[in-house]
């Protein structure tokens, strides 16, 4: 029996995911919650376990596709053998850490279709499908200009409607790969006006050539007396020449994300920006002191350890720093706890996952937790539910020798402290000119949340921490 795998929703509610590489191939025997495929979506790349045991029969993507939720990823030949139902425990343990907290939504079968396995935090495409959208863009497309050649018009599929209704309906960005679109680019030619063949409505490299033919085609019957530029017709031709000294990278994954996340800030929450510079050399001879302890070998403790440290005991004085505005409900949320977002930037991005209960940790477990979190985030392994619910963020900057900046809050915090780069650089101490350990520090905040004084006592608890380390032990 064959059984379709369709790409669940992996409790993100993002409409499409990237297939980074197979684990299987074709003909492959694999066992129930075998990991099949490694998937990218806009906040992490996601291990997808096998809902059943059996064998590979056909895999429906390839890697570098761009996969939307519902579609066929994968079939399974599973004559004779057992299929994963959907209490089975070890989907719901191989599920769970990639989309842990998240309510899936119920799945929406159509009547001619099985149900496939239904795993922990997984859930069906939205009832909506993506086509009529991108018709009512080729519509939207065909009357926005007077001057559109009608060969492209009448070559692009006929079941438009020229109506009100559908060019005042929602547009949506074609759904293609990263060659496709390079293609489409080289050869001039508008993926809205291009029909997907395939059930997925995907448009393949195998769409924009036929349709490039059928303009071609109508082109030199419609206007043959104009000397308009040949349309290549051979699959030689519609290879294009690249363009030179530029490139074009899709936006797509974490970066689209981040962008729309930090554009949302922007947007949303009124940002002040503060700065403090601090003598540091206490801090870093701390440091130094405990990097020569051999009991505490095998912990990488920094600078940034410890400025965390300084914010959890600093954010306990200045609650207004670790709230939250609840537009919805008109109120502000303080929080008792600290979930301490720290921004690691990656090959894939900017992700910034965060450390739960940070106020509780010590100095030595919040610089393991901050190791650990950073390899993770470089290695792309960060579960969804790893970058939710944060307080407060820290940035360290100061690792690419920038000496200060103005961060943009994380989406739902009140507060982002940028750590600039240490310098050894003369400075008054004890009334004399000395060389000391000097960095800057940035505090962006949301002014409907906290005001000016809140915010410069707060950066000024941060930076007494760090100038005289010993100030600890007097708070709590």
Request: charged share 20%; with cysteine.
């Amino acid at each position: 029996m064959i059984q379709e795998f369709r790409l669940p929703d992996l409790g993100e509610g993002l409409p499409e995911a990237e297939l980074v590489q197979w684990m299987v191939a074709e003909g492959d025997t694999v066992t129930l919650n075998q990991t099949i495929a490694e998937v990218e979506t806009a906040k992490a790349v996601v291990e997808l376990p096998s809902p059943y045991a059996g064998v590979i029969s056909k895999l429906h993507a390839e890697a570098g596709d761009i996969v939307a939720v519902g579609s066929v990823l994968i079939a399974f030949d599973v004559e004779g053998m057992d299929a994963a139902s959907p209490a089975a425990p070890g989907a719901a343990d191989v599920a769970a850490p990639a989309a842990a907290h998240v309510a899936a939504p119920a799945a929406a079968e159509a009547p001619e279709e099985k149900a496939q396995p239904n795993l922990v935090g997984y859930g069906a495409a939205p009832a909506s499908a993506g086509r009529p959208q991108r018709r009512a863009r080729v519509a939207a497309a065909r009357v926005s200009s007077h001057s559109a050649d009608t060969a492209v018009l009448e070559a692009a599929p006929h079941d438009v409607l020229h109506t009100p209704e559908t060019i005042d309906a929602p547009l949506e960005r074609p759904r293609s790969t990263p060659p496709v679109r390079k293609l489409a680019k080289d050869l001039g030619i508008d993926l809205a006006l291009v029909e997907p063949t395939g059930e997925t409505g995907i448009i393949t490299r195998g769409d924009v050539e036929a349709y490039a033919e059928r303009v071609g085609a109508r082109a030199a019957k419609t206007a043959p007396e104009q000397a308009a530029e040949p349309v290549p017709t051979s699959p030689a031709a519609l290879s294009g020449a690249p363009r030179e000294r530029e490139r074009r990278i899709p936006i797509r994954s974490v970066r689209k994300h981040t962008a729309e996340a930090m554009v949302r800030s922007a947007f949303t929450a009124p940002h002040v920006t503060t700065f403090l510079t601090v003598d540091v050399t206490a801090t870093t001879e701390l440091i130094a002191s405990l990097k020569a302890d051999r009991s505490l070998e095998g912990h990488r403790i920094g600078i940034l350890a410890v400025a965390a440290k300084a914010v959890c005991l600093a954010l306990a004085q200045t609650p207004e720093l670790n709230s939250r505005w609840d537009e919805e409900h008109g109120e502000i949320v303080e929080f008792d706890y600290v979930n301490l977002g720290i921004a690691a930037a990656t090959q894939r991005g900017l992700v910034v996952p965060n450390i739960r209960d940070a106020e509780t940790m010590t100095l030595v477990e919040l610089a393991d937790a901050i190791g650990a979190l950073a390899e993770t985030a470089r290695s792309g392994k960060t579960a969804p539910a790893g970058m939710m619910g944060g307080t407060f963020s820290i940035t360290n900057v100061g690792v690419f020798g920038v000496d200060a900046g103005t961060p943009i809050l994380n989406p739902g915090e009140a507060g982002i402290l940028a750590l600039g780069a240490v310098r050894r650089q003369p400075w008054e101490h004890r009334g004399e000119i000395a060389l000391r350990d000097v960095m800057t520090l940035a505090l962006s905040f949301d002014h409907r949340l906290v005001d000016g004084e809140q915010g410069s006592r707060f950066l000024a608890a941060v930076g007494g921490i760090l100038r005289e380390p010993g100030r600890a032990m007097l708070m709590r």
